[in-house]
């Protein structure tokens, strides 16, 4: 059935309804395995028709629905009733416990929601719980279970134009400032389009997924594309892959799926959890598998080797990895590969990077920073590297922000015009057109590279520290595999302003079970010596906070700038921290005088003395026989220090002394030999 035959969802559901009412829809997992219950797409499209029915007998076409449910099918009936019913559907995570946290009240006071559907199960606590906050709207309440199939028949269908509001898509913004993305029922059919296309997908198609349904990514791609295309559709919740990755690759195996996939967190996970004994116990068969898309966060491409090597043995090949480029302000997909085809990879020099050069290396070279492709533009999409400042095109080696248009770019966000015209009304400065089109600014920096597009981060979040940009990203894999007990894809790196300097802030997440002996001590020390070896900067503060406490959006994506925040106010919960202790005037320290006889003893007594000043330590605490890297100094510091070192001695000494000679003993007896 071609696309072209759908002028909306609502159109689309209805004919598969009439020309393949009995087959499966969608099949969920309820705890993962094997408890299954299916939904034909007569059922889907009689259930949707029951819940617009009430839905159009409560508000008028353009309210806003609340959805509030937790993974199962009953949101899927919720979903496509909002769309029946010509209501703008807000899908939003269910509240833990039935508590209104923070994040959902502010999107609850941003979208003025007129009706909450949910479940019966849900829906007594989740009254009671808003009514205890009187600054949320009055709304109506619908338990759509509850729902008799009869009101189908009372359906009347709305008059739904290209431009006509879909949904309300609230993965960005802050917790105190949540900006719900506009999507139109024309995204939503050129997106589908936009993923048939870059992924080959038809009817012979079968998705396996674990994604949350009120994320675009498990929406868009695990939802609407199986009804786009006609083909079925598995769901799991996000709990029983978490809790268990392994039922993820069983149910791929058992349903012969061939679309499936995750952010770089979930291959991460199966990596790291499934073991050895396992794969080999196992009947699993992952041959089937064509296109494991991964994106929503920094893919990495040592986790996608680990996982072609780790489940070769399974059938799972390294050209089944799709690696795609994607967010809720482009409905979701933004780019995209060839599927079958080798994931693409670029090593960029990252002295280069730092100046936002692309400077090809070696994948060997020790400076090298690897990059995954997420693909090129399909259909009418057309991408650009644009100057954030100047809003000129880049040059093909430089790195900038990525721009793009087309019809999958949102309308904008909810009753936010300012915010709106600077982020998808951009305009391209190019003297050589007259190209009025607008622009969406995605926030991410980028480079194009053989058509191939690379992202190396974002732009707000990138760090500026003495005159370097820093990805954040790159530092918070560094503490990560620094010490065992810190959590993967769970810490924020950030800047604040110290005495009119940008100093770097670390706040990360321990493992649970890490929690009753937590050596903090070990910890901090561990990742001031791994951040000052690997990127040449100090650390000024360190908070270590609880498991699952650290700021993220719905996608499981970091919120570096509510980190931020939550720094700053002491909002944190903490179980350990450290932080710089305030010196004073040490670049102007008193000259340390020594022993008239130069030895290495004298000449590590006096590195001793100066850098307990630098790093604000006790001399007695410094060995001498340790890596000077673990007191977490930056290159800047070591410089001076060696300036310092280079006044006293009247000797010339090389800038890269503390990196060739890292212990103070090794120093000092270069030193005495160098005499």
């Known amino acids: ?34 408890d299954v219950f299916p939904m034909s797409y007569q059922d889907l499209d009689l259930q949707a028709r029951a819940v617009a029915a009430q839905l159009q007998d409560l508000v008028p076409a353009g309210s806003r629905v609340l959805l509030c449910y937790p993974s199962g099918l009953e949101f899927i009936s919720a979903f496509f009733g909002c769309l029946y019913a010509g209501a703008i559907a807000v899908p939003v995570p269910p509240p833990k416990r039935a508590q209104m946290q923070s994040r959902l009240r502010a999107i609850v006071n941003d979208a003025q929601p007129a009706v909450v559907l949910t479940t019966s199960a849900l829906l007594d606590s989740l009254q009671q719980s808003w009514l205890s906050f009187p600054d949320l709207p009055v709304v109506q309440w619908m338990a759509s279970d509850r729902l008799s199939p009869d009101l189908a028949m009372q359906w009347q269908r709305p008059e739904l134009k290209p431009d006509s509001l879909a949904f309300l898509q609230y993965t960005s913004g802050s917790t105190g400032h949540p900006k719900g993305v506009m999507v139109s029922h024309q995204n939503l059919i050129h997106n589908s389009a936009y993923i048939q296309t870059a992924f080959e997908l038809d009817q012979s198609s079968v998705s396996v997924s674990w994604l949350p349904n009120f994320h675009d990514m498990g929406l868009i791609d695990s939802i609407i594309q199986p009804i786009y295309t006609g083909f079925g559709g598995v769901l799991m919740s996000p709990g029983a892959f978490l809790q268990k990755p392994m039922r993820w690759l069983e ?272 910890i901090i020390t561990a990742i001031r010596q791994a951040v000052s070896e690997q990127h040449e900067i100090s650390v000024y503060a360190i908070a270590l906070i609880k498991p699952a406490s650290i700021p993220k959006t719905s996608s499981g994506k970091i919120q570096r700038q509510a980190c931020r925040q939550q720094f700053l106010a002491n909002s944190l919960d903490i179980v350990g921290q450290w932080k710089l202790p305030k010196a004073e005037n040490l670049e102007s320290s008193v000259p340390i005088t020594l022993k008239a006889e130069l030895t290495e003893e004298s000449i590590a007594e006096w590195i001793v003395n100066r850098l307990s000043q630098l790093a604000n330590l006790d001399p007695d605490e410094i060995d001498i026989d340790e890596a000077i890297s673990r007191f977490g100094l930056d290159s800047s510091v070591l410089l001076n220090l060696t300036a310092d070192l280079s006044d006293w001695l009247e000797q010339k000494l090389m800038p890269t002394l503390f990196w060739e000679y890292p212990t103070i003993t090794e120093l000092a007896a270069y030193l005495i030999e160098l005499n």
């Open 251 to 522: 149910a791929i195996s058992h349903y012969r799926a061939t679309h499936c996939g995750g952010p770089n967190q979930g291959y991460e996970l199966c990596v790291r959890k499934i073991s050895p004994e396992q794969i080999n116990q196992t009947q699993i068969d992952l041959s089937c598998w064509q296109s494991a898309y991964t994106g929503a966060e920094p893919i990495r491409r040592s986790t996608l080797e680990q996982f072609a090597s780790k489940f070769q043995p399974l059938g799972f090949q390294s050209k089944f990895f799709y690696p795609c480029y994607g967010m809720a302000e482009s409905t979701l997909m933004i780019s995209g590969g060839v599927v079958n085809a080798e994931p693409v990879y670029c090593a960029i020099a990252s002295p280069a990077l730092e100046q936002k050069q692309v400077v090809t290396v070696a994948d060997t070279d020790p400076n090298a920073k690897h990059f995954v492709g997420v693909g090129k533009a399909w259909l009418n999409t057309k991408i650009a590297i644009a100057n954030p400042e100047t809003h000129i095109k880049c040059p093909p080696d430089q790195v900038g922000e990525i721009w793009l248009s087309g019809s999958s770019v949102a309308l904008g966000y909810w009753q936010q015009p300012e915010v709106t015209r600077a982020t998808f009304q951009a305009q391209l400065v190019d003297s050589q057109s007259n190209d009025q089109v607008n622009w969406l600014r995605t926030g991410d920096l980028g480079f194009m590279r053989d058509g191939e597009l690379f992202v190396t981060g974002r732009l707000k979040d990138l760090l500026i520290l003495w005159g370097r940009n820093h990805y954040p990203q790159d530092i918070e894999l560094t503490v990560q595999n620094s010490h065992p007990a810190l959590r993967i894809d769970a810490g924020a790196a950030f800047a604040i302003d110290v005495d009119c300097q940008e100093c770097l802030v670390i706040m990360q997440e321990v493992e649970r079970t890490a929690l009753r002996e937590l050596d903090v001590e070990g």
């Open 1 to 34: 059935m071609s696309r072209t035959n759908f002028s909306d969802l609502v159109d689309c559901l209805q004919l598969r309804s009439q020309n393949q009412s009995s087959q499966n829809a969608f099949t969920f997992l309820v705890d993962g395995e094997l």
